[in-house]
T-cell receptor
Framework: KNQVEQSPQSLIILEGKNCTLQ??????????LRWYKQDTGRGPVSLTI???SENTKSNGRYTATLDADTKQSSLHITASQLSDSASYIC????????????WGLGTSLGVNP | GAVVSQHPSRVICKSGTSVKIECRSL??????MFWYRQFPKQSLMLMAT?????????EQGVEKDKFLINHASLTLSTLTVTSAHPEDSSFYIC????????????FGSGTRLTVV
């Protein structure tokens, strides 16, 4: 069964600190893996997209890694800011005609001053 | 960058009435748009895939007669919740594909529907 699991479910850190969010998936056939940031009451915003051959991608203070062999990904946030408080969702896309997106439940990140 | 505008952002309606939600791609043409709903503390659930000029493809368990989707142009898709009931209260989000094979999906800002 195609699944995406994220950990931790929620996390609170102090402003300025770094954190790493985890994503494990069992999706086949694999096309790409995405990380989205979703603020409360808003639509998701894309942070990174990685295909099978990419093992790291950065977008400002966000760095995503992908290990296609172990089917794991991480999202590292550096020097956190209050505006980083949001839900971070890992999404894996199936290859093939349906290109279905398999959504994780997200990690709720709170950044406190 | 690609922008998807979704309107309204919030709507409150009475039970039994219908509500229309619009999703527009502002600076690109979207042959395919997607409609999701999201309950509190849950992930997005795909409701249907909307293709310009043809009938939408609904996910299993989604009533096509209740959630009417129209994708009449390359920049506009609408979702109409017909005869709304309180259990239809949810957060509805659309997304548009920027181009086949680009992997790019841009999401609207969502619509909070409350049925009273």
């Amino acid at each position: 069964k195609n699944q995406v699991e994220q950990s931790p479910q929620s996390l609170i850190i102090l402003e300025g600190k770094n954190c790493t969010l985890q994503c494990n998936y069992t999706v086949s056939p694999f096309s790409n893996l995405r990380w989205y940031k979703q603020d409360t009451g808003r639509g998701p915003v894309s942070l990174t997209i990685m295909t099978f051959s990419e093992n790291t991608k950065s977008n400002g203070r966000y760095t995503a890694t992908l290990d296609a062999d172990t089917k794991q990904s991480s999202l590292h946030i550096t020097a956190s800011q209050l505006s980083d408080s949001a839900s971070y969702i890992c999404v894996v896309s199936c290859a093939g005609n349906n290109r279905k997106l398999i959504w994780g439940l997200g990690t709720s990140l709170g950044v406190n001053p | 960058g690609a922008v998807v505008s979704q309107h309204p952002s919030r709507v409150i309606c009475k039970s039994g009435t219908s509500v229309k939600i619009e999703c527009r791609s502002l600076d690109f043409q979207a042959t395919t748009m997607f409609w999701y709903r999201q309950f509190p503390k849950q992930s997005l659930m795909l409701m249907a895939t909307s293709n310009e000029g043809s009938k939408a493809t609904y996910e299993q368990g989604v009533e096509k007669d209740k959630f009417l989707i129209n994708h009449a142009s390359l920049t506009l898709s609408t979702l109409t919740v017909t005869s709304a009931h309180p259990e239809d209260s949810s957060f509805y989000i659309c997304s548009a594909e920027q181009g086949v094979g680009t992997y790019g999906y841009t999401f609207g800002s969502g619509t909070r529907l409350t049925v009273v």
